[in-house]
């Protein structure tokens, strides 16, 4: 701070010696008059007086010399301020900023004063600094959110969704597990991620006989599904085998549907008997055909082969 305080008091000092200055040179370039009337110590007063001023400045605070040079190069006459900006070190900007306009000069004093209150901050920055300043804030990049407005859109993708599944049809050797039916999406978060839908529904699961004497059994199932998006599907749109046994049902056209509508599917199947007991699972999706994009369901069936 008392660094700051001795260039600022250095520079206070040189802005007084160049107001005396300009009033000098100014009373040099007015015509000789008449002897005045005043006092022949006239002269030794204002000495006296300037000596007092630059005595003061000495208790003056950082600030508050500021504020005193700012005021002398807003000064009304011209002569002042080209005087006092021509003290500081970086007059060179400030005599091109404060050259007077043509009616300057010719304004009222009152009419002369900024429009605009200087700041507080104001105060703290060079003219370099403003200039700085005003460069960054040029340069500084655009705010993340108008960055994101300006990002296009991405186009809507078709959709669908399991809505609704009714009750199997079974032949008389197959047992459904009623409460098995219904959507899984939680339980296979994983085989959802890898490909790529975003809903796993259990059409149901049967207990099927080992035995071969009985031969295939059928099975029926009916799913409700809905275009749940904002575009039409494709006239490719299917419903495909993606892992397990077929059961006879490995693909079916679905074609476009228009969003907000509905679509009943049904599969007809025949599950043929098994050695030894085990489990097994059928996935189908649906999907387009043209390019293999998911739009949402896979839909499962769990056969359950149990020994007589």
Not at 52 to 65: F, G, H, P, Q, V
Request: hydrophobic letters at 45%.
């Amino acid at each position: 701070f008392e660094e700051v305080a001795e260039n600022a008091i250095a520079v206070a000092g040189a802005a007084v010696g160049g107001v005396e200055a300009a009033e000098a040179k100014k009373r040099d370039a007015q015509p000789e008059e008449e002897p005045s009337d005043s006092p022949a110590g006239a002269s030794s007063v204002d000495d006296a007086a300037v000596a007092e001023a630059l005595a003061a400045i000495e208790t003056l605070s950082a600030d508050d010399l500021k504020r005193m040079v700012t005021s002398l190069l807003q000064h009304k006459d011209s002569a002042v301020r080209a005087a006092v900006a021509s003290t500081l070190p970086f007059h060179a900007p400030i005599l091109s900023a404060l050259q007077p306009s043509a009616d300057m000069d010719e304004r009222p004093p009152e009419d002369q004063a900024s429009e605009q209150a200087p700041t507080d901050g104001s105060w703290d920055l060079t003219p370099e600094e403003a200039l700085e300043e005003e460069a960054a804030k040029l340069d500084a990049p655009v705010p993340e959110t108008v960055q994101e407005h300006a990002k296009p859109e991405p186009a809507a993708q078709p959709s669908a969704k399991v809505v609704g599944v009714a009750p199997l049809i079974v032949g008389i050797e197959v047992q459904e597990d009623v409460g098995a039916r219904g959507d899984i999406s939680a339980e296979l978060a994983a085989v959802l991620a890898s490909a790529g839908a975003s809903q796993a529904f259990r059409i149901g699961r049967v207990g099927v006989p080992t035995s071969t004497c009985t031969g295939d059994v059928p099975v029926c199932a009916k799913v409700v599904v809905k275009n749940d998006g904002a575009v039409p599907w494709p006239d490719t749109a299917c419903l495909a085998l993606v892992a397990g046994e077929s059961w006879g049902f490995e693909h079916l056209p679905l074609g476009p549907l228009r969003p907000g509508e509905h679509a009943e599917i049904v599969m007809d199947l025949m599950l043929a008997p098994k050695e030894p007991p085990g489990t097994t699972r059928s996935t189908w999706a649906i999907m387009d055909a043209a390019c293999g994009a998911s739009l949402g369901p896979l839909l499962i069936l769990e056969a359950v082969w149990v020994a007589e």
